[in-house]
């Protein structure tokens, strides 16, 4: 892939961006969906413009030097197959932004737009909150989202990966939140010896045998101990099951990211009562169930 030597203007470069990633045949799923918000994504960080305004700068002139970091981002995008967020060491979350790279998924879950709202109905006042748990929590993003939503909570933050831990404690830190989250390192539930807590969020590895044999070359640069979750995707969701009930307290809630695994889901427990939160994606993605539904169904 050779990339244009110059643009007139930043407008013309996201339109020629935007070209060579229809013809390169990219994946996107990684912050943007389609190949024009991703090319308008990349000029405008490139030129450490606000990401918001590409109307009023669409007219302006890019520099040699503008010109030459640009075509080396978009060279590495083509040519490696690597996720705009890994170039530019930024995904956001609704208003959040994180730093991320190669040692933690690219942050997309939808549970984030259910903290924004506050897990509205299903926890009635949100300065009762005391504690969270985000197991799984990759780059924290979670974890941060809960935190800034659940203002009285204290939140764990929980991953096997002491690399993504790394990455987590950045975040925190950057959203100088280190006094209320803290990370801990430990296989799913194995380190919390009687913790309990009012809220257990998790976006686990949820892809199936099948799934990650046909992944687009995009995912394969993210870890895969985050993508994959046994043949039928639910190894992970079987442990947070099980083991949930003896670390929430009573009347806690367990809030799960299943991908569009609905089906799946319930033909695995057709004895638990899950209820399935409408999100921007469906209602196939992200159920939630109490510590007493838990308990009943055995």
């Not at 918001?52 to 080396?72: F, I, K, M, N, Y």
């Not at 998924?105 to 299903?122: H, K, M, Q, T």
């Not at 929590?137 to 002491?162: H, P, Q, R, Y």
Request: glycine share 6%; with cysteine.
């Amino acid at each position: 892939m050779s990339a244009p030597i110059s643009y007139a203007t930043l407008g013309e470069a996201v339109e020629s961006v935007e070209r060579q990633f229809i013809d390169a045949d990219l994946y996107f799923g990684h912050g943007s969906t389609n190949a024009y918000d991703e090319a308008a994504y990349l000029v405008l960080h490139t030129l450490k413009l606000p990401l918001d305004d590409l109307d009023t700068v669409w007219e302006r002139p890019l520099s040699g030097e503008e010109q030459h970091s640009l075509a080396a981002l978009i060279k590495r995008r083509i040519d490696e197959r690597v996720p705009a967020a890994y170039l530019t060491h930024e995904a956001w979350l609704g208003p959040y932004r994180f730093y991320v790279d190669e040692r933690v998924i690219v942050p997309r879950s939808f549970i984030a737009e259910l903290l924004y709202d506050e897990l509205s109905p299903w926890v009635g006042d949100p300065a009762e909150i005391a504690s969270v748990l985000d197991l799984c929590t990759g780059s924290g993003c979670l974890a941060i989202v809960a935190a800034l939503t659940f203002e009285n909570a204290k939140v764990d933050a929980v991953d096997l990966s002491a690399d993504a831990l790394e990455v987590a404690s950045r975040n925190i830190g950057d959203y100088e939140l280190t006094a209320r989250v803290d990370t801990i390192a430990s296989d799913m539930f194995a380190a919390l010896k009687d913790r309990r807590y009012d809220v257990i969020i998790s976006n686990p590895p949820y892809v199936t045998g099948d799934s990650m044999a046909t992944l687009p070359e995009e995912y394969l640069r993210e870890p895969q101990m985050a993508l994959a979750s046994g043949n039928d995707g639910l190894d992970h969701v079987r442990t947070i099951l099980r083991e949930a009930p003896q670390h929430l307290n009573d009347g806690g809630l367990l809030v799960v990211e299943v991908g569009f695994n609905r089906d799946g889901v319930e033909a695995a427990f057709p004895h638990i009562p899950f209820t399935w939160a409408e999100v921007s994606a469906g209602d196939e993605v992200v159920f939630l169930i109490t510590r007493e539904e838990l308990v009943a169904a055995g």
